[in-house]
Nanobody, 127 residues
Framework: QVKLMESGGGSVETGGSLTLTCEAS????????MAWFRQAPGKEREGVAI????????VYADSVRGRFTISQDSAEKKAYLQMGSLKSEDSGMYYC????????????????????WGQGTQVTVAT
């Protein structure tokens, strides 16, 4: 079983940057795609970005494309989310999710059902 630990969240001013880290432990040999999702209070969970290194594929939500970069260090079993030009609407709890498959669609319902989720790290963008 894979366990995930997110870190790097915090408070930042509009226009600032943060880098989130997701560290996987346990049975990491089964990790296929890795993703970041986020959820703001009162809003539905939203897919942010996915990476699948085996296929050299990254996917981004329209709302973050060009501002966020997802990357993965397979040797260290970590995934990163570099966030720049942050806006107030980027605030929320950010979750790292992994799957054994190479699924690369930002479908929250699928990841909720088949993914392994971390506990989340809070990002607050102040105006």
């Amino acid at each position: 079983q894979v366990k995930l630990m997110e870190s790097g969240g915090g408070s930042v001013e509009t226009g600032g940057s943060l880098t989130l880290t997701c560290e996987a432990s346990g049975n990491t040999v089964d990790v296929g795609s890795m993703a970041w999702f986020r959820q703001a209070p009162g809003k539905e969970r939203e897919g942010v970005a996915i990476i699948n290194k085996a296929y050299g594929r990254t996917v981004y939500a329209d709302s973050v494309r060009g501002r966020f970069t997802i990357s993965q260090d397979s040797a260290e079993k970590k995934a990163y989310l570099q966030m720049g030009s942050l806006k107030s609407e980027d605030s929320g709890m950010y979750y790292c999710v992994v799957t054994k498959t190479n699924f690369t669609a930002l479908q929250s319902s699928w990841w909720s059902r088949f993914g392994t989720w971390g506990q989340g790290t809070q990002v607050t963008v102040a105006t």
